[in-house]
């Protein structure tokens, strides 16, 4: 069985950071790509940034280039996702998920098979 879990929400002010950790287990952890999806309230579940099994692959929508960072340490088991400049509009949801296959980058929530439950990310402005 396979569990992720995220870890690192809260409520933050405008131009603040967070870092979003995420846990895997069930199989070595690089076997794993992993992603991050943001749901704000009443919107669709959207792609945030992927990371490869390696962590050599790594990318995120265009609206966090440049402040929010993907990246994963293999001997931990976990993901991050750094935020930095947050935004109001940043404020969702976030789900950590992991999907077989390493390689590549997932951009589609459909790629990905194994979901966390969520990690509740608040920026005020």
């Known amino acids: 069985q396979v569990q992720v879990e995220e870890s690192g929400g809260g409520l933050v002010q405008a131009g603040g950071s967070l870092r979003l950790s995420c846990a895997a287990s069930g199989r070595p952890f690089s076997y794993y790509g992993m992603g991050w999806f943001r749901q704000a309230p009443g919107k669709e579940r959207e792609f945030v940034a992927a990371?490869?099994?390696?962590?050599?692959?790594?990318n995120c929508v265009d609206s966090v280039k440049g402040r929010f960072t993907i990246s994963r340490d293999n001997s931990k088991n976990t993901a991050y996702l750094q935020m930095d400049s947050l935004k109001p509009e940043d404020t969702a949801l976030y789900y950590c998920a992991a999907r077989v296959g390493s390689a590549g980058l997932g951009y589609s929530r459909y790629e990905y098979e194994y979901w966390g439950q969520g990690t509740q990310v608040t920026v005020s402005s």
């Open positions: 990371c490869s099994g390696g962590g050599g692959r790594t």
